[in-house]
């Protein structure tokens, strides 16, 4: 008995050390299609959720309660020929702040161009230098930008390794039929997502990322004054970027997810400092311009 004991505990520690890095929870949504085989959606919804959490993404050890908290929508407009399927993805992800139980937003993407192959029960193969299936490539893809973007919250480019895993699905999928991989597409496709990130104009971007959440969120818990404050200080930092690299897409997703969040926190500072802050957040995220003008 007490050896059965010990080597349940001793497989619950050893699972423990390498329990996956995402804790996330997948939705398929098939209202706009009319079929009386719904249970293939269900199929895929149980299949992209163990994909996405039963897979080892990085070679980092994580705790059960480190792991990256995220929610992956499909919203399904199109199926035929019982495995061709079309619609878009949304994920959000969170990250928590330090000493507190607050859990900011790290990414809000909409990727409107998002169709694959399934078959029911076909296991979700994936291999970032082999792409065979377009439903595992954008899978595969947003989990290494989400895990680039958590890294580079706690570390100075921390995420570096897994935005060039992402830029390297990219490079793999350009054989692929389906759109959403291609620079000549649009300029706010996958492939521009990983390749600002990856651009050294970006850097400052990337190190405001840095700041914003370990100089910045979570050291309000300390002094909200302080890290509010450090937040404002770096502001310049996406000015810079905007400049060089105006309405570009690693921009539109920081603000995709920060915006109200912004708003929130820098309205208790003194008028100087909120007024600073509107006339950067106004000029570099336009199209928010009223919620910002809240700071005035």
Not at 180 to 195: D, F, L, M, P, V
């Amino acid at each position: 008995m007490q050896k059965i004991f010990f080597v349940f505990i001793l497989s619950a520690l050893l699972s423990q050390a390498k329990a996956q890095e995402l804790e996330c929870k997948t939705t398929v949504v098939y209202k706009q299609i009319q079929t009386t085989n719904t249970q293939i959606f269900k199929t895929l919804e149980t299949a992209i959720n163990e994909f996405m959490n039963n897979r080892q993404w990085t070679n980092q050890k994580f705790k059960a309660n480190e792991k990256i908290q995220c929610n992956v929508l499909i919203n399904l407009s199109e199926y035929s020929n019982n495995e061709a399927f079309k619609g878009t993805i949304s994920i959000q992800a969170r990250r928590p702040v330090y000493n507190s139980n607050f859990n900011t937003p790290l990414l809000n993407i909409v990727d409107n161009n998002f169709t694959f192959n399934y078959k029911e029960f076909d296991p979700l193969d994936f291999n970032e230098n082999s792409i065979s299936s377009n439903l595992t490539a954008v899978l595969g893809y947003y989990a290494y930008i989400l895990l680039g973007t958590d890294f580079d919250t706690f570390s100075r480019f921390g995420g570096t390794p897994w935005f060039q895993l992402a830029e390297r699905i990219v490079s793999n999928a350009q054989s692929l039929n389906d759109i959403g991989w291609k620079a000549s597409e649009n300029k706010n496709n996958r492939y521009w997502i990983a390749n600002q990130l990856l651009n050294n104009e970006f850097r400052p971007y990337r190190e405001f990322v840095y700041i914003y959440h370990r100089k910045g969120l979570d050291q309000m818990a300390d002094d909200a004054q302080q890290g509010a404050g450090a937040i404002v200080d770096a502001l310049p930092m996406l000015e810079t970027v905007n400049n060089a690299q105006p309405s570009s897409v690693a921009l539109k997703l920081f603000f995709d997810a920060k915006s109200q969040e912004l708003v929130s926190m820098l309205k208790e500072l003194p008028s100087d400092k909120r007024i600073t802050a509107a006339t950067i957040l106004k000029k570099t995220d336009p199209g928010r311009t009223q919620e910002y003008q809240k700071l005035n």
